[in-house]
Each structure stands twice: as C-alpha cells, then as structure tokens.
C-alpha cells in the first residue's frame, strides 16, 4: 500500500472515532452561547451565597479557605464534600468517595448543600443511592490532607481509556496472512 | 414569613408565605410545590432556625418554619 493510501485510511479510522458534528443543537450543546454561560454564573453566584449562608462557622471557614468542607454523620464518621460533580463524597476515614447528586441540574453549591443538608440529617437515604469507589488507601495518607490529595490526583494529566481497537491504525487488509 | 426554596438549575425558586389572607395563593403554591415533589422523591429539611436548633427534615406541610429547602430527588452518579 502506497503512503496517500494509508493517510486515507487513517483519516478514515479517525474521522469513525470523533465525528463531527453535522446537527446545528448538538454543536451549540458542546459550546453554548455566551448568554446560557452568564445564566449558569449567575446560578451558581446565587447557590454559593445560599450554601455558605448555611454553613456552619466551622464549615463556612473550611470552605473559604478550600473550598471544601467536613460534615459529621451519624454512626458513620467524618466525611469531606469536595467541589466536583462526581464522586465527590469522601470518606475520612476509609479514603472512599460516594457519588449521588439531584436528578436535576443543579449549580455546584447547590449539590454541596443538598449533600451536606443529606448527610447530616438523612445519610441512609443518602448511601441507599450512592455509587462508592476507592479513591485513597487508607491510612497512607494524612487525613487532615486526603482531600487536597483526591483534588491533586483529578486536576492531574488525564488518563484517557482506550479501546483495544483503537490502538492499532494499522489497516488489516494487505496484511501478509501466515500458512500453518 | 415562611420561605420554601426549591433547589434548580437558577440556583433556587423561592415561594414567600404566611398564614395571612394575603399570601393565600403563594402558601396554595407552596403546598401544592412541597407535596408534588415530596411524592416524586425529593427530600425537604428545616434550616435556618434560630436559638442554634440543628437543621431537620421536615415531610409534612403544616410543620415548616421560617425556611425550607426542598432537595429534588437523589440518584446515585
């Protein structure tokens, strides 16, 4: 196979993994206007000043300073809600996050007081829906420390998972076949 | 006044009531709001309460005090 011939498959095999986007509403999804963007600051302007409104003091100095705090919850222990949309319920102790947000939309101050308003005065109806996973060993990590820690490792490089078949750009066809 | 705050995408829908005459179809509104969504699966929790009374969750209409958050039902993510 000549090289233009194989350049064209390799555009092919790309062009099949990230398609571009022909409807008008799914492009304007990936980049809304400047107008959906104000409206969703301007949410989450208001959500943040309702969340640090109901704050403890304790929790209200927490969250300025870090913009994360600890709510304590019944029989279960001391738990860390960090500014992210997933899993971002951390459990001091075990290094676990929870991940169970509002079915609606919701500004991110919003999912932190509805989490914490969860956690401190319903945790059952909480973890009854939550999906957990291991985020820290624990013990290995100081725990005053662990969720600056979570927080490190998610701004970090991300690891992007691919598909065993999209490793190889190497055209199947032409391929010299071995006789047994 | 009493004031329910439904959690959204704004931020949150505030509805103002009182007992009074006046507040008649704001404290209707209100009422028909905390019961439809209480039967969807949201959860709604007393806060703000003064005197240093903890935050409580709250599941009837008659029991709200000066403010309610209505949380809109939790999935697991």
Redesign the interface.
Known sequence: MDVRAFARLIGLRLTRAWPEPEDPAQEAAHHPPSALLA?RN??????RQ?LV??LTPQQREDFKLHGYFAVQVARRGKFWILPS???NVLNAETGACY?????????LS?LM??QK??L???PE??FS???RRAELMPGLVDERLSPDRVMQARRGPARSRIRCSQLSMIPHMDRPRTRS | MKMLRVLDSSGDRVITFDDSEATALARAEAQAVFERMLALGSTAFKVNRGEGKPDEKVTTFSTLENETILVPRIVGG
């Open positions: 409206a301007a949410a989450e302007v208001r959500a309702l409104r109901l949309s997933i899993f991940c169970a947000a509002p079915r609606a939309e919701v500004p919003d007081l509805a308003l969860l401190e005065n319903d109806a909480f829906v939550a999906n």
